[in-house]
């Protein structure tokens, strides 16, 4: 009897055995029934244990040689039907018309040729080698037409996982200017708008001169920048990263609009009043000037008339562009080498370089100190299914928006050069 055929019937005695011990035991596993085995519950709980743990060790000895007599009867079929390269009834060959040694026979009549051509010892050897071309010669068949990707099985559409988006600005100006949370929604400050300084020596017994301040209540509306987009459930289910994408573009939306508003809005609610058309701020014309000299002369006249210190300029793409390439007559580009990013400062003020500036403007002054932003709500992102009609489409609304107000407090601190 062979080692594997005793396995067998050894692991199905002890299987049977360890079956009756537990029909003993019943649906309350009470071991006081079972008779199969000696001792007192706890004892015939351990031998039970080992009895199942000797089954699992037969069994995996068991699994190991059916899979060794699989692999030899296997291998002794290949022998079988690889034995006589000149036999009739087919075998393996190579471009050149010669017979591999030890191809012949077809005891494997139920395999496809598929199958016999993929799992021959001769296509094992040779499909690493280049260009390997193997024909199986099958009696009675002609080969007509040539399979090709074009006429044939296309392969399947794969698509990564990355999405390329819209070219957008990167909103930066917000970065030059101070913010912070606020609960209210109108901005309230004080301005003095009266200084009268008669501050003078004086004689003896002389009357001391009087000054006089005056101040002013200024106020800034908070306003509402908003966006929506409507979605299906299906999208968002469908794809799971889909709702990130639309939170982010949203969010990118908002901040835009933030920065245009920053810049050029015109006041009139629900606008925000931007730099550029806040009352007194001063300007400076370039002129002849190169474009250096003239943003030097509006620094001048934020310190002269403004009293503040500059902290920071906006330009237009374009207009760095122009002062990027300046060059001394010998060529020498001033802002530095073309192989090096170069500084992105102009008489020691960080520059902001972005579209949403009006081109051939260029906008500096001191942010720190004369701009702020209040914000009473942060970007905020919600979805809805309230209306009626969404329901009924399984369409949900996501809403992006947030509310703030940027109070100037100095417009005098600001001054754009305009004609670069």
Known sequence: MSRLVELREQYHAEARELHEIFEQAGPDYDLSKVTRVDGDSAAKAAAIRRRNDHLGELRSELEGLEEYQRLQTANAARLSWMGDPTAAGGGLIHPNGK???????????????????????????????????????????????????????????????????????????????????????????????????????????????????????????VELIAVTLPVTNQQLDDVPAIRGIIDNRLTLMIQL???????????????????LNKSGVQTQAKATDPTPDAVYKAMTKVRYTGFAEPSGAVL?????????????????????????????????????????????????????????????????????????????????????????????????????????
């Open 99 to 221: 017979a591999l040694e030890g191809t012949s026979g077809d005891p494997d009549a139920g395999k496809t040729w598929g199958q016999r051509f993929t799992e021959s010892a001769v296509y094992a050897d040779l499909k690493g080698q280049p260009n390997p071309y193997l024909v199986h010669e099958v009696p009675g068949v002609t080969l007509k037409t040539v399979m090709t990707l074009s006429t044939g099985f296309a392969q399947a559409p794969v698509r990564s996982d990355r999405v390329v988006y819209t070219a957008m600005r990167r909103p930066v100006v917000a970065d030059l200017i101070p913010d912070d949370p606020t609960s209210a929604n109108v901005i309230r400050y004080m301005e003095e708008t009266t200084f009268t300084n008669n501050a003078a020596p004086v004689a003896e017994g002389a009357v001391k001169p009087e000054a006089a301040l005056g101040y002013t209540e200024r106020t800034q509306p």
């Open 257 to 275: 609009t933030e920065e245009t508003q920053l810049l050029t809005g015109t006041g009139t609610s629900p606008q925000l009043l931007g730099f």
């Open 316 to 420: 237009h793409p374009n207009d760095w562009q122009d002062i990027r390439l300046l060059r001394t007559t010998d060529g020498i580009y001033i802002w530095g080498s073309p192989a090096e990013a170069g500084p992105e400062r102009i008489w020691g003020l960080p520059v902001v370089i972005t579209t949403a500036m009006t081109e051939n403007t260029a906008l500096l002054g001191d942010f720190q100190l004369y701009s702020h932003i209040s914000r009473l709500m942060g970007l905020r992102i919600d979805v809805s299914t309230e209306h009626s009609d969404f329901f009924a489409r399984n369409q949900v609304l996501i809403r992006a928006e947030e509310r703030l107000s940027l109070e100037i407090y100095r417009a005098s601190a600001f001054c754009t050069v305009t004609g670069i």
